[in-house]
């Protein structure tokens, strides 16, 4: 396994201090760098004529390379370390986010009017009539962001607590990515009746709903029931937001190799909600040849282990994972680290394409197979081509509650994805450039727009 690179999820700020001479400040640098650390911004905060006292920022590769800097730094003769501190737990500290008022309260008649006794007309007015809820109210920009925690990125069941960090950063990048309000709901049951009675319950304050984390296959009941029985969209952005970037990519990432989707050989590895959600969208795109594979191999007729949702996927073709990825035209990765060979990928057709997209450790190195495969794209900011569904899911929401759709479609997925991957241009694509960047602020808009459009043509749009 190739070491992964140093990156700011696993960021440190090391205080130190030493003798205020030539050459101790590149002591240190250099010890850093030996030891495979990415160096960050240095700050000198305080220097007499005797010492000096700097903060140095370092990318580690991992908790325990984290671990190995300190140490580094610490042996160093004359250098002696003051205080270290991880910086991704420090922006943590107290939450990520916080509910603002929108108004000032700086007299009595403001009070007046926000509260009682003026509030009081308002509540008339919904209760007249309460489509005024989504002027009237937050209901018209305000996402539930729904988990009971039992599948907390690829970290396992780790319970509604341990969720709500994902939850903060996901309301977090609704807000900064289309201007959507969102708030983390993370439901201390896992029982499918209790979720989707606890989500009917809070409905009337959210315009939408997202789920998230949330084990398959539960996750396909609750959103199906969910689906039914809410007039408000819900989307599970674990499916769908993957299936949408992927197609996206994949769209232009086909275009780089001058192949159709209608003609060549997918590999799904991973039968959970994302791949099955995939799978899905593809052939829904034009894709008529897909195997999935699941810890145990191709999701294939023959077997007696499939859930429904498997099933509706399966294939007479049996076997493993490597006998699938044979003649395969394109690899899309949403399982587990390591679990794809680079003697797999050169069994694959020529100008193959491989989405390793598990994280933070994909399916394999792209370092691997850069001569073996004609794009490559992982689930990683600090490689080309990163799949996030930071590129989707705002602006779904954006568009689905400016038109206040009543559900979300398929069309509005399909959609979605041409909107994202038309936003690469022609001069623009090549085989390391086949997605926008997340920081691209074109990109809420182009699928907000694509997303509208497609729920008045189904008729779900209510305005």
């Known amino acids: 396994m190739v070491e992964l690179t140093p990156n700011s999820s696993y960021s440190l700020t090391i205080r130190f201090q030493g003798p205020n001479r030539a050459g101790m400040l590149a002591s240190v640098t250099q010890a850093i760098a030996q030891a495979g650390g990415s160096l960050g911004q240095i700050d000198l905060i305080e220097q007499t004529r005797r010492v000096s006292l700097r903060e140095i920022t370092v990318d580690a590769s991992s908790s325990e390379h984290a671990e190995t800097l300190t140490q580094v730094v610490k042996s160093l003769p004359d250098i002696k370390v003051i205080r270290v501190y991880d910086r991704t737990f420090q922006i943590h500290q107290g939450g990520k986010i916080s509910v603002e008022a929108k108004i000032a309260m700086a007299n009595q008649a403001d009070l007046a009017m926000a509260y009682t006794p003026g509030v009081g007309r308002i509540c008339n007015a919904i209760a007249k009539d309460p489509s005024e809820v989504y002027r009237l109210t937050v209901k018209g920009n305000m996402v539930a962001i729904v988990t009971d925690g039992s599948a907390v990125l690829g970290l396992g069941n780790l319970g509604p607590e341990a969720a709500l960090p994902v939850m903060e950063g996901k309301a977090m990048l609704f807000k900064g990515f289309a201007g959507v309000d969102a708030f983390p709901i993370c439901l201390n049951t896992q029982d499918v009746d209790e979720i989707v009675q606890a989500v009917k319950h809070i409905a009337p304050v959210f315009g939408g709903v997202n789920l998230e984390d949330i084990a398959a296959p539960r996750c396909f009941e609750i959103e199906s029931r969910l689906r039914k029985e809410l007039n408000i969209p819900v989307f599970h952005d674990d499916q769908h937001g993957t299936a ?15 192949k159709s989707l209608e003609s060549i050989r997918i590999v799904i590895n991973g039968a959970g909600a994302a791949g099955l959600a995939i ?45 699938a990825m ?28 491989v989405f390793a997209m598990a994280n933070p450790i994909p399916e394999i190195q792209p370092e691997l197979i850069v001569d073996n495969a004609a794009v490559i794209a992982t689930g990683r900011s600090d490689y ?20 206040r759709a009543r559900e979300m479609t398929m069309s509005m997925y399909l959609e979605a994805a041409d909107a994202i991957a038309s936003l690469v241009s022609p001069a623009e694509l090549d085989r390391e450039h086949i997605i926008p960047s997340v920081f691209d602020d074109r990109v809420a808009t182009a699928v907000s727009s694509a997303v509208q459009k497609a729920a008045r043509k189904d008729g779900v749009a209510t305005r």
């Open 384 to 403: 080309p081509n990163q799949i996030n569904n930071v590129l989707a899911f705002p602006g779904i929401f954006r568009g689905a509650l400016d038109c």
């Open 244 to 258: 949408i970037v992927t197609l996206a990519a994949l769209r232009n990432a086909l275009r780089v190799v001058n």
């Open 326 to 353: 044979r003649g395969a035209d394109v690899f899309l990765g949403v399982s587990a680290p390591g679990v794809l060979s680079r003697e797999m990928v050169q069994t694959m057709a020529p100008d193959s394409i």
């Open 279 to 323: 799978a899905q969208l593809l052939q829904r795109a034009g894709a008529t040849q897909i195997l999935i594979c699941d810890s145990r191999g191709i999701v294939s007729t023959n077997r007696t282990d499939l859930n429904t949702q498997k099933k509706a996927f399966a294939v007479e073709e049996a076997g493993t994972l490597v006998d």
